[in-house]
């Protein structure tokens, strides 16, 4: 038996489900923690749990929200953990992580995509209580669905970017254009008609950059 576990919530939008995980981490005696977008991260909660005594934890990975990484993305998380703190047995979902597993770099990872446009989607309190979390997931499916990946269009989920009376809010650079209210149907026309087509929505809410012109 380890000497805890700890339930992994492994997408960024696992916030929408994370009342759910603590119920269930708490009714099975597990602590909850997050690959990422939130805290505690999986490499502070083995922190505190060492810092009990704890000489043994199982991670299980909870795959909720859309597109959650597979779980070798915890497995090189953990191992990259482990390799700092070898008196902690650490495994995933029962397999034991050897600290041989591939490191957090790659040489794919090294440069910018080479991308022409970037979408800021606001995953902020108020954003993500209005449908962030429905917004990204929109987008995501329109870009695929429309062949664009990470070299056309570089999605990146942000906190509170400020106009939250709009929520959900999102940003399409370099025309630094903003848009209010998007919901599913307003992510796939800006998919449509701006990264696809070229030019900004129209008839969308459009949030004021203070103290200039309107985009
Ligand atoms: S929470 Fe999205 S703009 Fe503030």
């Given at each position: 038996m380890p000497d805890a576990v700890v339930m992994v919530a492994m997408g960024v939008d696992a916030e929408r489900h994370v009342d759910d995980l603590l119920d269930l981490a708490w009714a099975t005696g597990a602590t909850l923690a997050h690959l990422q977008g939130r805290d505690?991260?999986?490499?502070?909660?083995?922190?505190r749990l060492r810092a009990t005594g704890a000489t043994s934890v199982t991670l299980v990975p909870a795959s909720l929200g859309h597109r959650a990484p597979t779980r070798t993305w915890l497995r090189r998380i953990a191992a990259d953990w482990s390799r700092r703190h070898p008196d902690v047995r650490v495994d995933v979902a029962g397999r034991e992580v050897t600290g041989?597993?591939?490191?957090?770099?790659?040489?794919?990872?090294?440069?910018?995509?080479?991308?022409?446009r970037q979408v800021l989607v606001c995953r902020g309190p108020r954003c993500s209580a209005r449908g962030a979390g429905e917004t990204a997931a929109a987008l995501d499916d329109a870009l695929t669905v429309r062949g664009l990946g990470d070299d056309d269009v570089l999605v990146t989920q942000t906190g509170c970017l400020f106009p939250c009376n709009h929520a959900p809010v999102v940003v399409v650079h370099p025309e630094d254009t903003w848009y209010?209210?998007?919901?599913?149907?307003?992510a796939s026309r800006i998919v449509d008609e701006h990264l696809v087509g070229g030019e900004p929505v129209t008839g969308l809410e459009r949030p004021r950059v203070r103290g200039a012109a309107r985009r």
């Open positions: 505690p991260s999986v490499a502070a909660e083995l922190d041989r597993e591939a490191p957090l770099t790659s040489a794919a990872w090294e440069h910018v995509p080479d991308h022409a209010g209210r998007v919901g599913v149907p307003e």
